[in-house]
């Protein structure tokens, strides 16, 4: 049956001389100030939020039952925020990353809505802000583009963040040629010139004794005048595993190569696909939302990717506490500043970022 079409019976022949009809960009299309409409958009679903936080251990009640969401001013429970940050970055990946190339990081996570009701249409655009070429890979360079989420009934904005990427050149300054090369090709993060070093620990570390808000303020009253500082470690951990690995992104339309496509993967250091760097994000910050009483998501910055992760890793996650800021407003929670860092099961960072968040005050 194969003689009666040519390409079948030449499929190899047919394949090696097909042109490509690639996806994604290269460095040199980006251009500083451009504003890149991410056409497919996506659908916020209960179902997308509920499956999203279970997987990743975020099981605070406010999005889960409707008593506890009313408690917190809601009138049903919402998008859980993580969720929505990685339905705003998905639909982003195929015209921004998906070349391939290391997340370098993010910051200015913010929801300026506040709660987004499941069932919201998503528009989501980014501008290009900053692009330069990397000092440490002449065959990429380094774009920042700010991107944002918004209600396509409203155009009010829901979600936005500033992300740094290495993309590839399509005309490299200098032929890539050392497994670094390769490696920047499989975004699973590493940590490079780019990027700046973690500040040292005091030698005493503290725990908080609950978690409210005073709490946190009474740990960090305990370290002043002294070489102390608020650390400790949580004691959950989560094992990826193909939902992780794979159901997760592609629910959020992220469609890059690193985290479905294990032939592309397997000439790459890992050897296999990686975790989406959200994912990971996500359960190091399920593991310290469980030791808090969390009333309200505000924002995050500086956050860094260190490292793959694959199948079959464990994901933990170590908090230090930097400020306790009682002058909110609310009578019902204070302001606390965190810096989480995730590891894996060989204690090695994958993932750092500073988080601010409403925490509950004592009852």
């Not at 620990?201 to 009474?218: I, K, Q, S, W």
């Not at 975790?275 to 910055?301: K, N």
């Amino acid at each position: 049956m194969n003689g009666d079409d040519p390409f079948l019976a030449r499929t190899a022949d047919a394949l090696a001389r097909a042109p490509v009809r690639e996806k994604g960009r290269y460095f040199e299309t980006f251009t500083e100030g451009e504003t890149i409409d991410h056409e497919r958009g996506i659908r916020l679903t209960r179902a997308g939020s509920d499956c999203w936080a279970s997987q990743t251990l975020n099981h605070d009640p406010a999005y889960w039952r409707l008593d506890a969401a009313r408690e917190r001013g809601y009138d049903a429970p919402p998008t859980h925020p993580d969720y929505l940050l990685a339905c705003t970055m998905g639909p982003s990946v195929e015209d921004l990353s998906e070349k391939g190339g290391y997340f370098l990081g993010r910051t200015d996570v913010r929801y300026p809505s506040g709660a987004v009701a499941p069932g919201t249409d998503l528009v989501v655009e980014s501008e290009t802000v900053v692009t330069r070429p990397s000092s440490s890979r002449p065959d990429y360079g380094i774009v920042t583009w700010e991107t944002r989420g918004l209600d396509a009934d409203t155009g009010e904005v829901v979600c936005a963040y500033e992300r740094t990427n290495m993309v590839p050149r399509r005309e490299p300054t200098e032929p890539p040629s050392t497994d670094d090369d390769r490696r920047a090709a499989t975004d699973g993060g590493e940590t490079t010139p780019e990027e700046r070093s973690e500040p040292s620990l005091p030698a005493d570390l503290v725990a908080p004794e609950g978690p409210y808000f005073e709490d946190f303020r009474t740990a960090l009253d305990r370290t002043d005048g002294r070489d102390a500082a608020v650390a400790y470690r949580h004691e959950r951990g989560r094992t990826v595993d193909d939902y992780l690995l794979s159901v997760l992104p592609l629910r959020t339309l992220n469609t890059a190569k690193q985290h479905h496509d294990a032939h592309a993967m397997a000439d790459s250091p890992s050897g296999e696909p990686v975790v989406y760097g959200d994912v990971t994000r996500s359960v190091a910050l399920g593991h310290a939302r469980s030791d808090e009483a969390t009333w309200r998501e505000e924002r995050c910055e500086d956050e860094r990717f260190h490292d793959f992760i694959v199948a079959g890793d464990t994901v933990s996650a170590v908090t230090r506490v930097l400020d306790a800021d009682p002058d909110t407003g609310s009578d019902a929670a204070g302001r606390v500043t965190f810096r989480h860092y995730a590891v894996n099961q060989r204690d090695e960072p994958v993932y750092s970022g500073t988080r601010t968040a409403l925490i509950r005050r004592r009852p």
